[in-house]
């Protein structure tokens, strides 16, 4: 029987051109970049809604919890639909990936918002938090906290209807003089807490046509369930 003698250099130099292939291949994938799209879709009737405000964390931040105080920069958003502070505040925290807000003014029954976030190696709890004001309300805000997203593949979303919630930060006085958007033109953010100072789902407005006099809101301006669609799809 004939034997060949086996040529261990070059069994060497491909096993060695194997094992650097699957390093590469290996580094690609921890070194890979997630990219989400966020969409909100005002699903209110006449409320405009401020500038989207979407952060990405891991599942230990909480930008906002049922029957806590608000952060100063939630009482910003929430009464004056001014992001930086919401946002900067979430910069400063170790568990935050990426922050963004959309760019243009309030968008109304109907518009879409579309902002983008990044995360680089993505880990398995990534979530997303997204917010915005009511801008016709004293501090009304919609959004949605702490969606995981860690499981989405490129192509994968979540569409999601969110609710409404009131800051407690302000009275809901429902005063043009208190209320920033176009139906009161009023004040915005003011640093004095006058209301129950935790954050709870809102009971809704009570207009001047339901009999409160003092009201700069009509029927027009209530909602009876969610206010915006929100859709997370990751694009990379």
């Known amino acids: 029987m004939t034997r060949y003698p086996i040529n261990k250099t070059k069994t060497f130099i491909a096993?060695?051109?194997?094992?650097?292939?699957?390093?590469?291949?290996?580094?690609?994938?921890?070194?890979?970049?997630?990219?989400?799209?966020?969409?909100?879709?005002n699903a209110t009737n006449a409320q405009p809604l401020t500038p989207v405000a979407a952060i990405a964390?891991?599942?230990?931040?909480?930008?906002?919890?049922l029957g806590s105080a608000a952060s100063t920069g939630l009482e910003m958003l929430a009464e004056g639909g001014d992001v930086t502070q919401f946002l900067a505040d979430a910069d400063a925290d170790a568990d935050v990936e990426d922050t963004v807000s959309s760019t243009s003014g309030p968008f109304g029954p109907g518009s879409s918002e579309s902002?983008?976030?990044s995360v680089k190696n993505p880990a398995s709890d990534l979530?997303?938090?997204?917010?915005?004001?009511?801008?016709?309300?004293?501090?009304?805000?919609?959004g949605v906290a702490n969606?995981?997203?860690?499981?989405?593949?490129?192509?994968?979303?979540?569409?999601?209807?969110?609710?409404?919630?009131?800051?407690?930060?302000?009275?809901n006085s429902e005063t043009a003089a208190t209320i920033p958007g176009p139906a009161g033109g009023g004040e915005g953010f003011n640093a004095t807490r006058d209301d129950t100072d935790?954050?709870?789902?809102?009971?809704?407005?009570?207009?001047?046509?339901?009999?409160?006099?003092?009201s700069a809101l009509g029927e027009e301006d209530r909602w009876l369930g969610p206010a915006a669609k929100i859709t997370i799809t990751r694009t990379n």
């Not at 935790?198 to 003092?214: K, M, P």
């Open 15 to 41: 096993a060695g051109f194997m094992l650097a292939s699957l390093a590469a291949c290996d580094n690609n994938h921890h070194d890979s970049t997630a990219t989400y799209q966020i969409d909100v879709t």
């Open 57 to 65: 964390h891991a599942a230990d931040y909480h930008p906002w919890a």
């Open 115 to 117: 902002v983008e976030l």
């Open 127 to 142: 979530a997303i938090s997204v917010a915005a004001m009511l801008a016709d309300t004293n501090d009304a805000f919609t």
């Open 147 to 171: 969606v995981p997203v860690g499981m989405l593949s490129k192509g994968d979303s979540l569409t999601m209807m969110a609710r409404v919630y009131d800051a407690g930060t302000e009275s």
């Open 198 to 214: 935790f954050v709870s789902i809102h009971a809704g407005v009570v207009t001047a046509d339901d009999g409160l006099s003092t």
